[in-house]
């Protein structure tokens, strides 16, 4: 008998996985604060006059609240910080 391991077929992930509430609260400056950025522009939500860039900034937190209110949420659920569903609604690309 000789001895083999399987090849792991599965793809790597095509969106970043969501960082947490509480990292974008940090005001992090992160590649995915830019990505997250461009796709809120691209959906329509964005609030930038300039950027988005990868300092987080309370125009990325306007953005997210206008994204919120595209899906829907109100009150409580469109506060500009992110939850889990709304981070992975967005598909945030792989940085």
């Not at 604060?33 to 125009?59: D, F, H, K």
């Not at 953005?63 to 992975?88: E, I, Y």
């Amino acid at each position: 008998m000789r001895a083999w391991a399987e090849k792991d077929t599965t793809p790597p992930p095509t969106f970043e996985p969501f960082p947490g509430t509480a990292w974008f609260k940090t005001s992090p400056r992160s590649p995915i604060v830019t990505a997250m950025g461009r796709r809120l522009v691209e959906v329509g939500c964005g609030a930038y006059t300039s950027g988005p860039g990868p300092q987080w900034t309370p125009v990325d937190r306007e953005s997210v609240r206008r994204w919120q209110h595209k899906l829907g949420d109100n009150g409580g659920l469109a506060d500009g910080w992110f939850g889990p569903l709304q981070w992975a609604a967005l598909q945030v690309p792989k940085v």
